[in-house]
């Protein structure tokens, strides 16, 4: 998984009532147990290295009890299902390498590991994230005969390394796929319209939304070309309200993303980003995040150039 900079949780409470203090394990009971307790851990990183989230998600323990801290929040077993999954879509794979491990042997039911690591993550938009220190930490439980991870956390310091093959990229030639008039159906009753003309390094239009066709939103939007920055300054200026300005930039020939414009100097820092990602000429998919956790998906078809 990607990994954030964390910080660790105390489990002393639940792991007390979790464990017995009467049973006592043997150093032969020991090295089975690790080795159990290694197959799973050996699990859960092939399935990230192999971006494989079914595999991944085998590991952890579908119940009340578990939780899992990344990204400084404390997720339940749905959370990392609604974060993990469409994360590991935007990446080509990772290699995770364990410097040092230890297990934690409580009873016949209980582990605790820990993990040194470093890792590098390569993702489809051409970047990638390097981990030079980093810390796993898993309580493992025994239940119904499986090692399951019922409490896991992640703790790491990153560094974000932009691929210069992304400067070869016509920013101009392939922001030009927005313009014409697009259509999305944002629900049963509502619709997403988007008009935008090209002209000069710049695209200026406007977008609607309706229900039940009658305009509910309605704001201008001009997209104009930064040459210093090799980006598009995007302004959507709504009635009534101030101004939203945003800087977008394709990252490949097929996927373009934008973030709000005081994140623009660390785009990977932004909570709110949005994500648009080309199937075909006539068709994209638009995916809002916040806090990388997605918040709305619409399809666009172009009706018209």
Request: aromatic share 12%; hydrophobic share 35%; proline share 2%.
């Amino acid at each position: 998984m990607k990994t954030k900079l964390l910080f660790c949780i105390l489990f002393v409470t639940t792991l007390f009532s979790c464990t017995s203090k009467d049973k006592t394990v043997s150093e032969a009971e020991k090295g089975i147990i690790k080795k159990e307790v290694k197959k799973i851990v050996n699990m859960f990183i092939v399935g990230c290295e192999q971006t494989d989230f079914s595999l991944v998600m085998k590991t952890m323990n579908y119940s009340p009890e578990f939780r899992y801290i990344y990204n400084g929040n404390v997720l339940t077993y749905e959370d990392c299902i609604s974060i993990f999954k469409p994360l590991f879509k935007t990446q080509e794979g990772q290699k995770i390498n364990i410097l040092d491990e230890k297990y934690e042997i409580l009873d016949n039911s209980t582990v605790l590991y820990t993990a040194k690591i470093n890792s590098r993550t390569d993702y489809k938009d051409g970047h990638y994230i390097l981990v030079d220190q980093g810390v796993l930490f898993f309580v493992f439980k025994r239940i119904d005969v499986r090692w399951q991870i019922l409490y896991g956390v992640e703790s790491t310091v990153e560094k974000t390394v932009n691929d210069n093959k992304k400067r070869d990229l016509n920013q101009i030639k392939l922001f030009k796929q927005f313009a014409g008039t697009w259509k999305g159906k944002l629900s049963k009753d509502s619709t997403f319209v988007w008009t935008g003309k090209y002209s000069n390094s710049k695209i200026e239009g406007n977008f609607k939304v309706l229900v039940k066709k009658k305009t509910v939103v309605e704001a201008k939007v001009l997209n104009v070309y930064d040459k210093s920055t090799d980006t598009f300054i995007e302004t959507e200026i709504y009635k009534g309200s101030h101004p939203m300005v945003f800087v977008s930039r394709f990252t490949s020939d097929k996927v373009c993303e934008a973030v709000p414009f005081k994140d623009s100097s660390d785009p990977e820092q932004a909570k709110l980003k949005t994500r648009f990602e080309f199937k075909r000429p006539d068709m994209f998919v638009q995916i809002t995040t916040l806090n990388n956790t997605p918040i709305d998906t619409l399809i666009c078809y172009r009706i018209k150039k």
